[in-house]
Nanobody, 123 residues
Framework: QVQLMESGGGSVQAGGSLRLSCVAS????????MAWFRQAPGKEREAVAVIDSDGNTRYAESVKGRFTISQDNAKNTLYLQMNAMKPEDTAMYYC?????????????????WGQGTQVTVSS
């Protein structure tokens, strides 16, 4: 099983930036997809961005051009750089991983999840 630990959340004003990190440990998949999801109060969990072990990426329409997903394989760390943030980006952010290189944006496709980190954007 893969253990995931997120960090980097916090409070920021609209237009500001944050960078989230997710460190993976334990069993590591040789080929994989890693993703960021978010869940706002009263709403369903939704995908933000995904990257696979080849570095291919896919983004939700709502964050294209503002957020960037990346990874540092030497550090087993996934990142989410969030720029030009909006109040509607306020949510708990989770990282997740799954075996194989499928750029899924479906919550149910992912096996391993972190505990989440809170992001709050004020107007």
């Amino acid at each position: 099983q893969v253990q995931l630990m997120e960090s980097g959340g916090g409070s920021v004003q609209a237009g500001g930036s944050l960078r989230l990190s997710c460190v993976a440990s334990g069993y590591m998949y040789s080929t994989y997809s890693m993703a960021w999801f978010r869940q706002a109060p009263g709403k369903e969990r939704e995908a933000v961005a995904v990257i696979d072990s080849d570095g291919n990426t896919r983004y939700a329409e709502s964050v294209k051009g503002r957020f960037t997903i990346s990874q540092d394989n030497a550090k087993n760390t996934l990142y989410l750089q969030m720029n030009a943030m909006k109040p509607e980006d306020t949510a708990m952010y989770y990282c997740a991983t799954k075996r194989f290189r499928h750029l899924d944006l479906d919550t149910g496709a992912y096996n391993d999840w972190g505990q989440g980190t809170q992001v709050t954007v004020s107007s």
